[in-house]
């Protein structure tokens, strides 16, 4: 197994009065793809935001290439080259799609060849590159928020459910989009409630259920053994398949 | 390919044109649409850091007035310096008296809103009651500074002499003072927009009034940007309060104050956080208490709130709503 870009040891995180994080252990190799998966609730979506520093950690480290970023704030952890593709993709509505992808581009312009790269997977960011985000599809919004997140190399992509409420075949773009970004050396650690996408694009795979990990170790192997997924993953996951 | 949102110019339109029906005499009415841009556009100087203050940060700054006051006193004792040339009969001389004036006006409210921000509002971040009681008193403290700078009494502001009067054109009256305020305010939202559309730090104040933990995660900190947008929009409160007190050709304390009622209408009428609705409002506020005040002086002192009702009942997000997450 490649070594780890991203540890999280023993993180708690408190939301308010709620112990949310309670204890979380997670691995993330260098140049993998690591799906997290758990029903509704367990604290995926709690878990990025704490490694962006969007919650703070309440105790436990957070190593990123060799530094504990647990206490540091978000621009700053976001400077260190991790992207976010949020729950609710966070597209600027009233910004262009153009202009979305020049916030996102913190270097300088986008590079044209980059932006090639984003278009042959994703052709409707060509077609609308002059609308106001706000009015384009769901497929669409999501397919921004993900160019956004690639814009530039970066070492790490947080993405969370995102084929949540899309079309099928919008759904299999994007696992396309996703399997020809996972031929760069980034990594990715991607929420996924779609049984099928996570199969087909995961490396490795780390299961939580009520604020903590209780599986790790690779997709190929959760996929091939039914008896595991039932008992980690329940009918949540079979309702989706 | 901008998508622009035709229907409230449209609207501001018809009230222009509805007006000349029901005043009937062209000259009345264009003396009354002069003064009702005049208005709105002062109005608009002043309440635009405000409304983007809002929009980024959810900061209520009830001490908004304060730099319109300051704008207003300092206008007035840099005047005064320049007395040579406000009281020549030249109106490049007087030009000479009123800019300096003005850009003094604008710096030191400048100045004040970055010491404000530091000490007033940046703990406060994020509790709203704290935030109105502590800008509140912030005020009031504030006011009594100024008795002590420049006394409680009236201070005269008067006006250079060739900004004084009236242009006639035809039977058509136009004061003088007024067009330099139409000029002002349309040079104000024309850089407005220019910084809003076209660099990179306009696209991350519209960015963060829509989704700032979104700008954050991009790796920007608002709260740089939320600072200089506090300063600038102090800044403009100032312009606007020098021209205001120049307008009125005097300055009490309570010049900043007496204007937030009206700040706060334009602001929510055009959708917090949002410069077009800022200035779509300002106008129709502008337009329409100049001419309800002719048409139907009893009802003038309610007209705003009308009009506020009026517009909430129809768009209840204002104007031009700013779409948050
Ligand atoms: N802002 C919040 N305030 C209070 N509780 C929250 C908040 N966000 C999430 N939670 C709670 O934390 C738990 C985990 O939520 P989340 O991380 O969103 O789960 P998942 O993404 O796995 O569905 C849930 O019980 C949820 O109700
Ligand atoms: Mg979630």
Redesign the pocket.
């Known amino acids: 197994m490649a070594e780890s870009l991203l540890t999280l040891s023993g993180v708690h995180t408190h ?2 009065h ?1 112990h ?1 994080l309670q204890g979380v252990d997670l691995v993330v190799p260098r140049g993998e793809l690591t799906m997290l998966l ?10 990025l935001r704490t490694i962006l520093g969007l919650w703070r950690a309440s105790a436990g480290t957070i190593r990123f290439e060799s530094g504990n970023i647990a206490q540091r704030d978000t621009p700053a952890i976001a400077n260190l080259g991790i992207a976010y593709v949020p ?1 609710s993709m966070g597209i600027f509505a009233g910004l262009t799609v153009r202009e979305n992808l020049v916030l996102a581009a913190r270097r300088g312009p986008p590079d044209e060849k980059r932006l090639d790269w984003i278009f042959r997977f994703f052709p409707p960011m060509k077609k609308f590159w002059q609308l106001p985000a706000g009015l384009l599809s769901g497929g669409q919004k999501q397919m921004l928020s993900i160019s956004r997140a690639i814009i530039e190399p970066r070492k790490l992509v947080l993405i ?1 459910e995102p084929t949540k409420g899309l079309a099928p075949a919008i759904i299999n773009n994007l696992i396309e989009a996703f399997a020809e970004l996972k031929q760069t050396d980034t990594t990715i650690l991607m ?1 996924e409630q779609n049984f099928h996408a996570a199969k087909s694009l995961g490396d490795s795979v780390a299961v ?1 259920d009520a ?1 903590r990990i209780v599986h790790a170790g690779r997709m190929a192997d959760l996929a091939a053994d039914a008896a595991l997924q039932t008992r980690l993953l329940g009918l949540s996951l079979e309702a989706h398949q | 390919m901008k998508r622009i949102d035709w229907i409230p110019p449209a609207l501001l339109l018809a009230i222009v044109l509805g007006a000349l029906a029901m005043i009937g005499s062209p000259s009345t009415w264009v003396t009354l649409t002069v003064a009702g841009l005049a208005m709105g556009l002062l109005i608009f100087i002043m309440a635009s850091g405000l409304t983007l203050v809002f929009g980024l940060m959810d900061v209520m700054n009830f001490a908004h007035g304060l730099f319109i006051a300051i704008g207003a006193y300092v206008a007035a004792s840099t005047i005064r310096l320049f007395a040579g040339a406000a009281g020549a009969d030249s109106f490049l001389a007087n030009l000479g008296a009123i800019v300096p004036a003005m850009l003094a006006a604008a710096a030191a409210a400048g100045l004040l809103g970055l010491a404000f921000e530091r000490i007033i509002i940046k703990p406060v971040y994020g509790q709203h009651l704290k935030q109105i009681l502590i800008t509140t008193g912030g005020m009031i403290v504030a006011e009594q500074l100024i008795h002590v700078f420049w006394g409680p009494d009236l201070l005269p502001l008067p006006r250079p002499a060739t900004l004084r009067g009236s242009f006639l054109v035809g039977d058509v009256a136009i004061e003088k003072f007024r067009l330099i305020a139409v000029v002002v305010g349309l040079a104000v939202f024309a850089a407005m927009l220019l910084l809003l559309n076209r660099t990179k730090i306009g696209l991350l104040i519209r960015a963060g009034v829509e989704n700032k933990e979104m700008v954050e995660a991009m790796g920007y900190r608002i709260r740089r940007l939320f600072v200089g947008v506090f300063v600038a929009g102090s800044a403009l409160a100032g312009l606007g309060g020098a021209l205001w007190g120049m307008y009125q050709e005097s300055v009490t304390v309570h010049i900043g104050a007496s204007m937030m009622v009206l700040i706060f209408i334009v602001i929510i009428i055009g959708g917090l956080g949002s410069i077009g609705g800022c200035f779509a409002g300002a106008l129709l506020v502008g337009l329409v208490a100049n001419y309800v005040g002719f048409l139907a002086p009893k009802i003038a002192l309610g007209s705003n709130i009308l009009l506020m009702v009026l517009v909430l009942l129809w768009r209840p997000q204002g104007l031009y709503p700013v779409s948050k997450q």
């Open positions: 939301i308010g709620y949310i758990g029903r509704n609730g367990a604290g995926k979506t709690t878990a729950e969370d929420v939580m604020g």
